[in-house]
């Protein structure tokens, strides 16, 4: 009996630890990075030259920061005149089922890995110029203030 007893615990004490470690506190703020900003992208399918500017946002179905956000996503788009692409690493369908329950729309739905366009956490921004360099990142779910800034950057109207 003292064994099992020991077993279970050992059991539950690696099973708690797993599930702290894998929590991440969310990421709350806007950046320069630089293994990002001032890259070019290459996205397949997408002609930056058509648009001054557009904003990038690399998300996941998956993220619950990214449905946290979906508020300004859609304050985004009521606001500003910015092309909008998301990149998803799921499929187009799940992507644009996932963004229409969330009441969000962007101009352009493409699956990718995130990795392919150097993002390693979601959500993540990006502003990127008519030659494919990225201008400015944020990164994570953004406080009130830099949803702000993200606005002004975009060109937000009223």
Request: charged share 20%.
């Amino acid at each position: 009996n003292v064994a099992i007893i020991f077993v279970a615990l050992s059991l539950g004490i690696v099973l708690i630890s797993r599930t702290v470690k894998s929590y991440r506190a969310p990421v709350t703020h806007s950046t320069n990075t630089p293994s990002v900003k001032d890259q070019k992208i290459q996205l397949p399918g997408v002609d930056w030259s058509k648009n001054e500017q557009t904003l990038v946002m690399a998300i996941s179905s998956t993220c619950h920061f990214c449905t946290e956000s979906a508020a300004f996503y859609r304050d985004i788009r009521a606001r500003t005149h910015v092309h909008t692409v998301a990149v998803l690493p799921q499929s187009i369908n799940e992507s644009r089922d996932y963004l229409s329950n969330l009441g969000v729309q962007v101009d352009e739905v493409l699956q990718a890995p995130l990795s392919s366009i150097d993002v390693n956490g979601t959500p993540t921004l990006m502003l990127v110029g008519r030659d494919g360099t990225v201008i400015r990142t944020w990164i994570g779910k953004l406080p009130p203030e830099s949803e702000k800034e993200v606005l002004i950057t975009v060109g937000a109207q009223g």
